[in-house]
């Protein structure tokens, strides 16, 4: 087995790294406190590519692999989880379904905008009543002939009032329940269009989430993706990889929080000694190097399964699932370790715990991503 990454690897990193520190964490606390989207921040990113990762150049992407996508999202979430889920609903959701499922006068129309950053994306699959449970799909998108009429309503949506297209869960048939399901690209401005409020939300409140509400809009049937009914395999295909990007995002996270507390370990002073000198600062920080570095193992083999076209569903459940957990307990860690000062913005952590908990709960909360893994293991 090769645990090196390639030098391809390292300069990624190194960029997104680099990227996060000078773009990032400047404003970060203020972008946090005030929700404001970092959209300066999402541009150049997009500019660097980092927006169609996994996207043939062909369709204006970068084409790297998972692997490289991981690690992008483990070092901008380092500084801002805020910033790196657009990264993440771009990739996993948007790009990924479009560029694997779409048509080729979809992928030219929409993808490579998209791809090359010159817009946002985003999924819009939960719904008041059908968050976890996909099936229960109450926005219908009802056979017009050549178009369907959508009405509904969609919620938690990342990327609710900046995305330029959405990709849009919707029962056509109800009598044929999930095989009913249809997946269809909706652009921003359709007439009943509307997009409600931004949620105030306890973590990541730089991203941008609304609920979003359709009133007899008119879809044209060639914005449908694949055939009638693949609504419902399409999003959950298509979450198999978005797993892979938010468990990249809980170790961030959790990689910040530790970063963090090494430093302020060695350098916070008590008792006559550094913090790190004292045993049960470093039985904290030993724990939390090993959960971390447990996360990152399931998360690279995850991404290197999706890489060689191999069965990643259980891999990318057991990564989402694993670095959650390590973020929450991490986050809630470095507090403790920083004190008193952790319980203040200024030093980043009480954020992290915040942000981490998010991590729990989209793309399939926790309990999801067990009954995932359990399916699997009783095959």
């Known amino acids: 087995m090769q645990f090196n990454l ?3 690897h390292l300069m990624i990193r190194q960029a997104a790294r680099d990227f996060a520190q000078t773009e990032l964490k400047p404003g ?9 989207f970092p959209a300066e921040q999402i541009k150049k990113l997009g500019e660097l590519g980092f927006l169609g990762m996994m996207v043939s150049p062909e369709y204006g992407g970068s084409g790297m692999d998972a692997i490289s996508y991981s690690i992008v999202m483990e070092e901008l979430s380092k500084v801002d989880a805020s910033a790196s889920v657009v990264v993440s609903v771009n990739n996993s959701l948007v790009c990924y379904g479009l560029e694997k499922y779409g048509n080729e006068e979809q992928k030219q129309k929409y993808l490579v905008p998209l791809a090359q950053g010159q817009v946002i994306g985003a999924f819009c699959l939960s719904e008041p009543e059908a968050g976890s449970d996909a099936t229960s799909q109450r926005t219908t998108a009802i056979d017009m002939g050549d178009y369907y009429l959508l ?3 969609k919620n938690w949506i990342t990327n609710g009032s900046t995305a330029s297209t959405y990709i849009v869960m919707a029962q056509t048939d109800a009598a044929k329940k999930h095989r009913g399901i249809n997946a269809l690209i909706v652009e921003k401005g359709l007439e009943g269009f509307t997009v409600g409020p931004k949620e105030n939300k306890l973590g990541i409140r730089g991203s941008d989430t609304h609920s979003l509400m359709f009133t007899d809009v008119k879809i044209p049937k060639e914005n449908r993706i ?22 990249s995002q809980a170790l961030g996270i959790a990689s910040g929080a530790y970063e963090l507390s090494v ?3 060695k350098e916070r002073k008590a008792f006559g000694k550094t913090l790190g000198d004292l045993q049960a600062i470093q039985f904290k920080l030993a724990d939390m190097a090993t959960e971390i570095e447990a996360a990152r193992l399931l998360c690279y083999r995850a991404a290197w399964l999706k890489d060689n076209k191999l069965p990643y569903a259980q891999a990318a459940s057991m990564a989402k699932l694993f670095a959650s957990e390590t973020a929450m307990r991490t986050t809630i860690e470095a507090v403790q370790i920083h004190g008193g000062y952790g319980f203040v913005k200024e030093y980043h952590v009480e954020r992290l715990m915040r942000d981490a908990k998010i991590t729990q709960i989209y793309e399939g909360t926790s309990e999801i991503q067990r009954i995932v893994i359990s399916r699997e293991v009783l095959k």
């Open 151 to 153: 009405n509904g309503t």
């Open 28 to 36: 970060v606390i203020e972008r946090d406190e005030y929700q404001k």
């Open 6 to 8: 390639t030098e391809e």
């Open 263 to 265: 430093q302020y370990a």
């Open 226 to 247: 694949g055939e009638d009914g693949f609504g419902f395999k399409f999003a959950m295909a298509t979450l198999e990889g978005g797993r892979i990007g938010i468990a």
